[in-house]
């Protein structure tokens, strides 16, 4: 069974998520050393975090990028700060997913079984290597890299099924309805905010690699990518 690490602060939040998810099976492990948090996740090796923005010493957008020089494993905040740039902040710092305090815990269990299932489960990428190619773009799916030229970029989980979309169907318009279907399990749960920061997150990874205004913006409808840079000889 997959193993969650919880990283909030406050005691009686951290049990309640502990006892809550590990009734269903989960392995679950609560950090109580705030500023060692990546020994205790390097430690682990988790198969999901759930991550409280507020810490001790180092904010949770800072443990965030720390967790994402070493892994691509989903990472969920839970937060009372429900402001729109705390989600923007989450999602644009590596998070997957973002839960507002005071949650339920049901909706917490589905986006963990939801984030699991994405990542490692029926719809992630099957063992054989699959390469999404256009014009000397290469976006390698089990690796999560995006390559060009001699350039190497890594991708979050969520990156590459958005960029594998907007690849394959290039350069015709990939429905904002279809990208919540793949990206997320339940649509009600992802407002139109998540979806913008996820295509804005893509466009500066190819941004990395020289390409720029290529992700076309068609409203109320979806998005298009237009090969418009020099493929490579």
């Not at 392995?27 to 020994?39: A, N, R, S, Y």
């Amino acid at each position: 069974m997959a193993k969650i690490m919880i990283v909030e602060d406050d005691p009686k939040i951290a049990e309640l998520l502990h006892n809550n998810i590990g009734k269903y099976g989960f392995q679950v492990t609560l950090v109580e050393d705030f500023d060692h948090i990546i020994g205790h996740f390097k430690k682990e090796s988790p198969d999901l975090v759930l991550l409280d923005i507020n810490l001790p010493s180092y904010d949770g957008f800072y443990w965030c990028r720390q967790i994402r020089a070493i892994s691509t494993c989903p990472i969920l905040f839970i937060s009372a700060r429900a402001g729109k740039m705390d989600q923007v902040m989450a999602l644009e710092n590596g998070g997957d997913d973002f839960i507002t305090k005071p949650f339920d815990y049901e909706v917490v269990l589905a986006k963990i079984r939801s984030s699991l299932r994405r990542a490692y489960g029926e719809y992630a990428p099957k063992m054989e290597e699959r390469i999404v190619e256009l014009a000397g773009l290469c976006l390698y799916l089990e690796r999560m890299e995006l390559h060009r030229d001699q350039q190497i970029i890594s991708l979050t989980q969520k990156e590459a099924v958005l960029l594998e979309i907007l690849m394959t169907r290039s350069p015709k318009l990939a429905a904002r309805e279809v990208i919540l279907e793949k990206l997320w399990d339940d649509q009600s749960f992802v407002d139109e905010n998540t979806l913008n920061v996820n295509v804005t997150r893509v466009r500066k990874k190819l941004q990395e690699l020289g390409i720029r205004n290529a992700i076309e913006t068609v409203r109320g409808a979806g998005y298009r990518l237009i090969p418009n840079w020099e493929p490579h000889v």
